[in-house]
C-alpha cells in the first residue's frame, strides 16, 4: 500500500527521516518546513516552503493537496532555551494553532486516511514528576500543561467526524543526521569535543550522576511511521511508545564517543554544554579553519538541542533523577518489532556528520589528507615537468 504523503516539519530530525523512509519505499512525498530541508536535497520529494503559524499560507498551500492521503505530523514550536517553555501557555497555544491551520484546509480536501502525530515521554510526566516504571500507553492521562494533550483532544474530535484514523507515538531521546534542530544531541556532544581536542585536552564527561536512559534511532521512528501508515486495519488513535529495544547509559557510551574523534576521555567535569561551548565559540572556530569544516554559525548548528543536552546528562543534579522507562511490548505485540543497537546507532550519526564536514574527523585523519593533498600536488607537478622536458 503506498500513496502521498504530506510530511510537516520536513527539516526536523523525525520529519526528513520520514521523508526518506516513504520516498524509498514508493510513495509521494510533500515535505512541508520553513526552510529547504537539506538532506532532501536529490531525494524524489516535493518540497512546499510553509509556515504553519500562518492560516492563510495553510490555506492556499492546501489547495494543492488534493491527492494527500496520509500526513506525518512531525512539526514542533520550541521557545529559546527549549525546556523552561515546555508548560509555557505560548508554546501550548502556538503547537495548537499550528496543527489546526494544516488540519482544517487538508480533511476539507476529503482524501485524507490517516494521520501521525509525534509526542514523548512528557505524556507521562518527564521531567516534571516521577514516571510510572515502565509507562505504559494504558496508563492514565498525567494531567499537566502540555501541547500534547490539546493536539491529541482535537485529532480525536476530527477523525470520527471526517473519516481519517490517526495514531500517535513516544518515541523516546531521538538521534540522527539533523544539525539546527530543538533536540538533537549529536552536533552537541560534537562541537564539545572539537572544542577539546583544539584546547589540547581530554574528552572528560561533563555529566551528572549516572542516569540510564533509552533512545530511538531516526531510522526506526520512520519506519514505524511508514508501518501505521501502510496498515490500515490499525485501530484508530491508538498509542504507540517507541525505543530501540535496550537501555544504555551516557557515561558507558563516553568511550564510544570518544572513540570516534580519536581522544582518550578524561577525568570527570561537571559543566553546562548550554554554556560551555557558546563561551568557547572562539575554540569553535578555529576547530573549522583547522579541519575545514563547513562555516555553519554555532547557533544554526546547535538549535537548542545544548539545553537538551544539560538534561539528557543530569547537569546539576546531586543524585540519579528518576528513571525514564516506557514499555515497547504493545507496538511489537502489534506487529512492528525493528529494534537498534544504540551504541551503533550513535557512532553511524556522529561519522555522518563528520563525513558531511559539518563535525571534525580526528585531527590525525586531517594532517593525514592534507599530506595525501600535499604529494599528489606534488606528484602532479613532477609530471607537468617532466612532460615539459
Request: charged share 20%; with cysteine; glycine share 6%.
Amino acid at each position: 500500500m503506498t500513496g502521498t504523503v504530506l510530511i510537516a516539519g520536513a527539516s526536523g530530525l523525525i520529519g526528513t527521516a520520514a521523508a526518506i523512509e516513504f520516498s524509498e519505499r514508493g510513495w509521494r512525498v510533500i515535505a512541508l518546513s520553513r526552510r529547504p530541508p537539506e538532506l532532501l536535497e536529490g531525494r524524489a520529494v516535493e518540497h512546499v516552503p510553509l509556515d504553519l503559524t500562518d492560516r492563510d499560507a495553510c490555506a492556499r498551500a492546501a489547495a494543492g493537496f488534493g491527492e494527500v492521503t496520509h500526513l506525518v505530523y512531525a512539526a514542533v514550536h520550541e521557545l529559546p532555551g527549549l525546556i523552561a517553555g515546555w508548560s509555557a501557555p505560548e508554546q501550548i497555544e502556538t503547537n495548537d494553532r499550528m496543527l489546526r491551520n494544516l488540519m482544517a484546509p487538508l480533511v476539507a480536501r476529503g482524501n485524507l486516511r490517516h494521520v501521525s502525530l509525534l509526542q514523548g515521554t512528557k505524556a507521562y510526566g518527564a521531567p516534571f514528576r516521577r514516571m510510572r516504571v515502565p509507562a505504559r500507553e494504558s496508563q492514565p492521562r498525567v494531567e499537566h500543561p502540555n501541547f500534547y494533550w490539546v493536539q491529541q483532544d482535537y485529532l480525536a474530535e476530527l477523525a470520527p467526524r471526517h473519516g481519517f484514523s490517526y495514531t500517535i507515538f513516544r518515541p523516546q531521546l531521538v538521534v540522527g543526521p539533523n544539525h539546527g534542530v530543538v533536540m538533537n544531541l549529536l552536533p552537541v556532544l560534537g562541537v564539545y569535543a572539537a572544542i577539546r581536542e583544539t584546547l589540547g585536552q581530554p574528552l572528560a564527561f561533563p555529566g551528572g550522576p549516572e542516569w540510564v536512559w533509552e533512545a530511538a534511532d531516526v531510522r526506526l521512528v520512520a519506519a514505524a511511521l511508514r508501518w501505521a501508515a501502510e496498515h490500515p486495519a490499525l485501530p484508530s488513535g491508538e498509542i504507540f511508545n517507541l525505543t530501540n529495544g535496550e537501555v544504555f547509559s551516557f557515561r558507558d557510551m563516553w568511550p564510544a564517543i570518544a572513540e570516534v574523534f580519536e581522544m582518550e576521555v578524561g577525568p570527570d567535569e561537571p559543566l553546562s554544554l548550554a554554556e560551555y561551548i557558546p563561551a568557547h565559540e572562539a575554540v569553535w572556530r578555529l576547530a573549522i579553519l583547522r579541519h575545514g569544516l563547513r562555516e555553519i554559525p554555532l547557533n544554526a548548528l546547535l538549535g537548542e538541542s545544548h539545553f537538551y543536552a544539560d538534561m539528557c546528562l543530569a547537569h546539576g543534579a546531586t543524585e540519579a533523577p528518576p528513571p525514564v522507562y516506557v514499555s515497547t511490548v504493545k507496538i511489537r505485540k502489534a506487529g512492528f518489532d525493528l529494534c537498534w543497537n544504540t551504541e551503533e546507532s550513535f557512532v553511524h550519526w556522529l561519522r555522518d556528520l563528520q563525513q558531511r564536514r559539518i563535525l571534525p574527523r580526528s585531527w590525525r585523519e586531517v594532517q593525514k589528507a592534507t599530506m595525501e593533498r600535499v604529494h599528489w600536488v606534488f606528484n602532479e607537478s613532477e609530471q607537468r615537468r617532466c612532460n615539459l622536458d
